[in-house]
């Protein structure tokens, strides 16, 4: 009858914490206030830094990468020192293959090279990429043709340049330039090309160095006819990227292709790099406003026990255990807790999608060169991402 | 140790107990050597001038406070040997309080503060015919359902007794319930504490300095300058 939490029972207890939270309105609104924005801040932060991954993950993909590149095996260890010893010939064949593969929606060659661009004038260095002009399109979903047109298999020598680049050079669509690289034997040659548009992919550092021209022109040029560097396949969503690699794993085995496979989360270096960054700028803010937070509920209770101490007086006069005092003022805390909480969430979650609908400007991210315009807010599931530790 | 084989017949016996507080570098004592004993049933005032110790005395019977030498034994059980939780749950089970100011806990109706010292006891089922038979003993059925405030200072007083007593305690503790109250209030009160002490033969201890209303108690013992003048 007499035993454990003898604080007082549930009902009543409950009560009289509800009771005292509001007994002095003006006070515990303020305290809710506090929390409500803590909460909000927290929201709305949360939510733009989501928005910021999703964002910079899929301008990857959707400007360079795609899901999942293949290489003939050695090439991401070595393919930069021998980049011919590590070509791939029956490219038609392997993509014939994979886009039988679900959710693969389009499978693409490339064939990097890198070398000299003049305008006759001004001659600078460039890397670049020989691609499927409509193949590529598809896939560049997040980049911008700033000026003129896209690729086309109907424009041979026709060539993009990113934005930076053709600034360097001051290019515009329409004018003539020339490349310049070795072949594959190790001599020089020449291709005289036209600017054909300019774009933008919101990474700085691959727009001030990157051209890509037509497969078939560059293959010419490299006297490299038939080969390719590198098979890109995109898929519908970024979620099937690991279920499409294990398929593209049994398939390359099967078939024993000698080719090695990345995915975009192995080659998305800047993505990881902002994912770290925002993530422990995430916790950092997180751990402020809990502070905050904290602190502003500990003077409210505070100021709470020290106008009534007559009162807990009374109550353990009549009985009730220290515990059970203490236990009254957990959870009158708790309830001034539980209800800020709530109401911060609601609150944010209401001012997120009004944001969403509306769009806000925000600068870009590190590195990058167009300014964020956030849209799509975030999940709750992914507030569990953010806030769990890196193992 | 001078009654050893009485401390079962009695509700509360005060052995020679003494009780010094001490402010700043000075030792103030309240109570010297005061042995008091208290058979059940009995309704007893404490009178005496403010600061001579009336207080002391009923907080040390009230086990809110701990004497500095001697025994205080309620129902059989000496105080001092109890841990606070123990003495939490003594009060609980054993005491009911009134005090001078009501203490009434303002967010509560009058109903939920007489069903507080229940809820202490888990005593879940019988709740509500133990609080409406307390409230209507003091006569404030109608009043059920209204907070403090919305009571004057008698009602809020008979509010308290009920509380005191719905428990049905041992023994009833009231310091000074009166002295907050205008004269004819403070009467009735007193003929209500009365009351209950014959009907329902609750052992009662009550401070005031008031002669009018120490008249109605059975005894009266007088306490000045920390010692008692008449007692046991």
Redesign the interface.
């Known amino acids: 009858?007499?035993n454990s939490s003898?604080g007082?029972?549930m009902p009543?207890?409950l009560?009289?914490a509800i009771?005292?939270v509001f007994?002095n309105r003006r006070r515990t609104l303020i305290t809710l206030a506090t929390m409500a924005f803590g909460a909000t801040a927290i929201v709305l932060f949360g939510g733009f830094v989501h928005f910021m991954f999703l964002s910079v993950r899929e301008s990857a993909i959707h400007s360079q990468l795609g899901h999942i590149q293949l290489y003939k095996t050695g090439f991401s260890e070595k393919g930069s020192i021998a980049p011919f010893d590590y070509m791939i010939a029956n490219y038609a064949e392997i993509r014939a293959l994979i886009m039988q593969i679900p959710h693969v929606q389009d499978v693409m060659p490339r064939l990097g090279f890198s070398g000299l661009i003049s305008t006759g004038e001004t001659t600078t260095s460039f890397v670049g990429a020989g691609v499927h002009p409509e193949s590529e399109a598809h896939l560049a979903s997040f980049t911008q043709i700033v000026d003129g047109q896209d690729l086309s298999r109907h424009a041979p020598r026709g060539i993009l340049l990113g934005l930076g680049l053709a600034r360097g050079l001051g290019v515009r669509p329409g004018d003539e330039l020339t490349l310049l690289t070795t072949t594959r034997a190790g001599a020089f040659n020449a291709l005289a090309v036209q600017v054909r548009g300019i774009w933008q992919s919101g990474e700085k550092a691959y727009d001030d160095r990157m051209l890509k021209a037509p497969l078939p022109d560059i293959q010419r040029l490299l006297d490299n006819e038939g080969e390719v560097q590198s098979i890109v396949i995109l898929l519908e969503k970024t979620e099937h990227t690991a279920a499409v690699k294990a398929q593209l794993a049994t398939l390359l085995h099967e078939h024993h292709f000698d080719l090695e496979m990345r995915t975009w989360d192995d080659l998305a270096i800047r993505y990881h790099q902002v994912r770290q960054l925002f993530t422990n700028m995430f916790r950092v803010m997180t751990l402020i406003v809990s502070m905050v937070v904290t602190l502003g509920i500990a003077n409210t209770m505070l100021m709470a026990i020290f106008e009534r101490t007559?009162?807990i007086?009374?109550?353990?006069?009549?009985?009730?255990?220290?515990?059970?005092v203490i236990t009254l003022f957990v959870m009158e805390g708790g309830v001034l807790g539980v209800l800020g909480g709530v109401l911060g969430i609601v609150l944010g979650i209401a001012l997120a999608k009004l944001i969403s609908a509306y769009g806000i400007p925000m600068p870009p991210p590190p590195g990058s060169n167009v300014a964020l315009w956030p849209r799509s807010w975030s999940s709750p599931r992914s507030y569990g991402r953010l806030l769990r530790w890196p193992s | 140790m001078a009654h050893p084989l009485h401390t079962g017949t009695y509700t509360v016996m005060v052995q020679d107990v003494q009780k010094s507080y001490t402010l700043h570098t000075t030792t103030v004592r309240a109570l010297d050597g005061v042995s008091l004993a208290v058979a059940p049933g009995e309704f007893l005032a404490i009178a005496g001038p403010s600061g001579s110790g009336k207080t002391t005395l009923l907080n040390l019977i009230?086990c809110?406070d701990t004497p500095s030498a001697g025994e205080v034994i309620i129902d059989g059980v000496c105080v001092s040997q109890l841990n606070?939780?123990q003495r939490?749950?003594?009060?609980?089970?054993k005491?009911g309080?009134i005090?001078q100011?009501f203490?009434l806990?303002?967010?509560?109706t009058a109903y939920?503060n007489v069903?507080?010292?229940l809820?202490?006891?888990?005593?879940?089922r019988t709740h509500r015919s133990r609080v409406e038979t307390a409230l209507a003993q003091v006569g404030l059925s109608e009043r059920a359902h209204h907070r403090p405030t919305e009571l004057s200072g008698g009602q809020q007083q008979r509010v308290a007794i009920a509380?005191a007593l719905v428990t049905e305690p041992a023994l009833v503790l009231a310091d000074e319930p009166t002295a907050n109250l205008d004269s004819k209030t403070g009467q009735d009160i007193i003929a209500l504490l009365q009351r209950l002490n014959r009907e329902r033969g609750m052992t009662c201890i009550f401070s005031t300095h008031d002669p009018r209303i120490m008249h109605a108690a059975d005894r009266v013992v007088e306490i000045i300058d920390g010692q008692l003048v008449k007692g046991l």
């Open positions: 009858m007499d003898r007082s029972s009543l207890s009560k009289l009771r005292n007994r007559r009162e007086g009374t109550i353990m006069a009549l009985g009730t255990r220290r515990r059970g | 009230g809110l606070p939780r939490a749950d003594l009060r609980a089970r005491l309080f005090f100011t203490n806990i303002p967010v509560l939920e069903e507080y010292p809820c202490l006891q888990k005593r879940q509380r």
